[in-house]
């Protein structure tokens, strides 16, 4: 997270806390009020919170939501929160992209960011004017962290006029240095845009190969993973597919080759959805993160989810405690320095302007 300013302050030399001031924590009670304007959201989560935890979690729901219309600020969540967070404090939901594009359309001075911290650092790049806020500065990804800018610089210097194309999965130091992002959706149209035959195509180690096997262009890449997909396995897949031939297999690229070459659909997390959503398969097996199936399988009724899923550490450190908390102190806040911030973000919109 080379990225992150070593201060906690804005241009304006004031932290958000001296800028929007520190407010005082409210009551948490469950009582008849909270328990009536929390009902409509409990009926989203009614499947995965039982009854009796409700009391604990609705009074943090119920603060959050008056809280954020006081600041006038939006919550973003990543499809990989837990229920909680996604169906009943957010204001936008998607994958990591959606998530800093639509914050760009919102009427909101604050953006609370559940989800990691690249994801946040892309908002921010995305809404240079906005407050951006993470509520655990230590929610990180294995992706984020297998590299850095001055390793980008030496595989420059390494494979001189190579273009680099560089997963959103990544910190803002690592887009500065590449020509273009690409996200687990377009990874193939932004390969085939330069025109060459070959292209570094970094970190994801996994979602390189798979982009190898759909494009004729040479990719080059990085030995990094994600720790919660490089786990699924072809083996474990094939045996639930041989116990029950009718189920489907939907996979995140993020996962090895031969996990990718065995599903009937391959895309990101918001791809993932809007096939599930679109195709309505009577069973599907999510190849990813746990909250996922959690999280959608009320908008797809008739579905029948299987989940051989594995948690996301960094996604789970975003709680309801802390989102409250980032709300009330301000905190903590993403900076990026300003040029390394002006090169990032260039590599990001070269991929949202590419014509596919
Ligand atoms: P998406 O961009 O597909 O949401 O992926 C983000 C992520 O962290 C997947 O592991
Ligand atoms: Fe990173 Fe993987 Fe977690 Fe996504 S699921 S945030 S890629 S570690």
Redesign the pocket.
């Known amino acids: 997270m080379t990225s992150v300013s070593t201060s906690n302050t804005s241009a304006s030399g004031k932290t958000a806390a001296e800028r929007y001031g520190v407010l005082p924590r409210p009551e948490l009670e469950w009582n008849a009020q909270v328990e009536r304007e929390t009902a409509h959201l409990y009926e989203l989560v009614k499947e995965h919170i039982p009854a009796i935890e409700w009391p604990v979690y609705a009074p943090y729901v119920h603060a959050i939501n008056k809280l954020k219309k006081e600041r006038n600020a939006a919550i973003l969540a ?3 929160q837990t229920p909680d967070i996604f169906h009943c404090v957010a204001d936008i939901v998607g ?3 959606q998530l800093a594009k639509e914050a760009t359309k919102v009427d909101a001075d604050i953006i609370v960011q559940c989800g ?1 911290h690249f994801m946040a650092e892309t908002s921010k790049l995305l809404n240079p004017d906005k407050t951006v806020l993470i509520p655990d500065m230590k929610a990180g ?1 294995s992706l984020a962290e297998s590299i850095t800018g001055a390793d980008v610089r030496l595989l420059r210097e390494r494979y001189p006029g190579v273009p680099i194309v560089t997963y ?2 990544t910190s803002a130091d690592v887009k500065a240095e590449s020509d273009i992002c690409c ?2 959706s377009n990874a193939v149209a932004v390969v085939e845009s330069f025109g060459v035959d070959r292209v570094l195509c970094i970190p994801d180690e996994f979602l390189a190969q798979n982009v190898a096997a759909q494009t004729k262009v040479k990719i080059l890449t990085w030995k990094g993973h ?1 720790e ?2 490089e786990r699924f396995t072809a083996e474990e897949l094939l045996a639930y597919r041989e116990a029950d031939p009718e189920i489907q297999i939907i996979a ?1 690229p ?1 996962c090895p080759p031969s996990v990718v070459e065995i599903a009937d659909y391959a895309g ?4 993932m959805i809007n096939y599930v959503r679109d195709q309505r398969p009577p069973k599907v097996l999510l190849v ?2 746990c909250s996922m199936a959690s999280n959608i399988e009320s908008s797809a009724p008739g579905v029948q989810f299987i989940k051989p899923c594995n948690l ?1 550490p960094h996604m789970k450190r975003i709680t309801l405690p802390k989102i409250l908390d980032s709300l009330l102190e301000m905190k903590d806040e993403i900076h990026v320095d300003p040029s390394t911030a002006d090169r990032a973000r260039q590599a990001v919109e070269r991929m949202v302007n590419l014509k596919q």
């Open positions: 990543h499809n990989y994958d990591s992209l990691v990804c959103v999965n996200t687990s994600c919660v997909h995140h993020e990101s997390t918001s791809g990813t993160e996301c």
